[in-house]
């Protein structure tokens, strides 16, 4: 059974890089027929996509967000990463990484169905 | 980006009522749509996606139905821990965009 953690600073100060990594466990990250996501949660508010990678649909970021942000996998660890620079009180939220299924055939990327339990990151001097 | 609209944004309703929850695209995402709960301090649950097709696990208490720009997720009879926040979900194209919630709170 796939399990996905989360881990990073809980505190990063405006204009720095926010940093964090999914360790996953059960599931290989460069397997075929997933993708893996970024996502966040602003607290009270609603869901928002960073950015997902998959080993044959490569990389999509949130067009809002592109020009800050980067995934990038280790397979020797299993893990992937997020980076978010020149961070503001904006982005303030609980992080989360996900799986979901792709169907290279139809080219759909059905919702992630497993998440790991989230991490809050507080942007603040 | 493709705006998705749920509504109402609160339904009150008591244990053993049926809930029914709106979810309406601002253009057609054909049966590319899921639905999530979430409670509160949790990650959210995918409970159907292609519109209709409950995800592993979830009771038959949930159905989805819907395709193009309205949809539906109901709930037939409400039980004590379905009392949470539920996310509809598009992934028709880049990027999949969620709609604002609708929260099913105990009258």
């Known amino acids: 059974q796939v399990q996905l953690q989360e881990s990073g600073p809980g505190l990063v100060k405006p204009s720095q890089t926010l940093s964090l990594t999914c360790t996953v466990s059960g599931y290989s990250v460069h397997s075929d027929g997933v993708y893996w996501s970024w996502l966040r949660q602003p607290a009270g508010k609603g869901l928002e996509w960073i950015g997902r990678f998959s080993s044959s649909g490569g990389t999509n970021y949130s067009p809002s967000l592109q020009s800050r942000v980067t995934i990038s996998v280790d397979a020797s660890k299993n893990q992937f990463s997020l980076r978010l620079t020149s961070v503001t009180a904006a982005d303030t939220a609980v992080y989360y990484c996900?799986?979901?299924?792709?169907?290279?055939?139809?080219?759909?990327?059905?919702?992630?169905?497993?998440w790991g339990r989230g991490t809050l990151v507080t942007v603040s001097a | 980006e493709i705006v998705l609209t749920q509504s109402p944004a609160t339904l009150s309703l008591s244990p053993g009522e049926r809930a029914t929850l709106s979810c309406r695209a601002s253009?057609?995402?054909?049966?590319?749509l899921g639905w999530y709960q979430q409670k509160p301090g949790q990650a959210p649950r995918l409970l159907i996606y292609?519109?209709?097709t409950r995800a592993t696990g979830i009771p038959a208490s949930f159905s989805g139905s819907g395709s193009g720009t309205e949809f539906t997720l109901t709930i037939s009879s409400l039980r004590s821990e379905d009392f949470a926040v539920y996310y509809c979900?598009?992934?028709?194209?880049?990027?999949?965009?969620f709609g604002q919630g609708t929260k099913v709170e105990i009258k």
């Open positions: 253009q057609s995402v054909r049966s590319n």
């Open positions: 292609g519109a209709s």
């Open positions: 979900q598009h992934y028709d194209d880049w990027p999949p965009t």
């Open positions: 996900a799986r979901g299924w792709y169907d290279s055939g139809s080219g759909n990327y059905y919702p992630s169905g497993e």
